[in-house]
C-alpha cells in the first residue's frame, strides 16, 4: 500500500485494479459480493491515501480452464469460449475506455501483481512488472 501511495504522491497515475472472479463462475459468491469486497477495501485504501480509479473484474472463465476442472460445478453464463480474464488486457482495455485514455497516453505502465496472470499482462501490455510479494 505505501508503495502505490507513494507512487501516487510522486506521479500523475492513473490507478485500476483488474482482477480475476472465477469463484463467480464457480457460484462460490455472486458478482453483488465482489461489488461489495472492491467497495470496502476501496474505503480502506482511500484512508491510507490511495486512490484507485476503476475497478475491473472478470467474473468468467474460457471453456478451455473449466474442461481442466471437472469436478467444479460451474454456473451457466459464465463459461465462454473467450473471456476478459488476465492475462489478457481487455479489462485494463476496458477501465481506461471508461476514463476515456488509451494505453498510448502514458509514457510508462506498470503492473503491480502476485501471480502469474498478472506478470502475463504486464506482458500482454508491455508493462514493467513487479512482484507484490516482494514489496
Not at 65 to 72: I, N, R, S
Request: aromatic letters at 6%; charged letters at 30%; hydrophobic letters at 40%.
Amino acid at each position: 500500500m505505501n508503495f502505490v501511495r507513494n507512487l501516487q504522491l510522486k506521479n500523475k497515475t492513473t490507478t485500476i485494479v483488474a482482477s480475476n472472479q472465477s469463484g463467480v463462475a464457480r457460484g462460490l459468491f455472486d458478482e453483488k459480493r465482489v461489488k461489495e469486497v472492491n467497495n470496502a477495501i476501496n474505503v480502506l485504501l482511500k484512508k491510507h491515501r490511495v486512490t484507485i480509479d476503476r475497478w475491473q473484474y472478470c467474473p468468467d472463465v474460457d471453456e478451455a480452464f473449466a474442461t481442466l476442472h471437472p469436478g467444479e460445478r460451474w454456473q451457466r453464463g459464465f463459461v465462454k469460449k473467450i473471456t476478459k480474464r488476465k492475462p489478457s488486457g481487455a479489462m485494463v482495455t476496458d477501465a481506461l475506455l471508461s476514463l476515456e485514455k488509451t494505453i498510448g497516453d502514458f509514457d510508462e505502465i506498470i503492473v503491480l501483481g502476485n501471480s502469474d496472470n498478472d506478470k502475463g499482462l504486464a506482458q500482454t501490455l508491455g508493462a514493467r512488472w513487479i512482484d507484490a510479494g516482494k514489496l
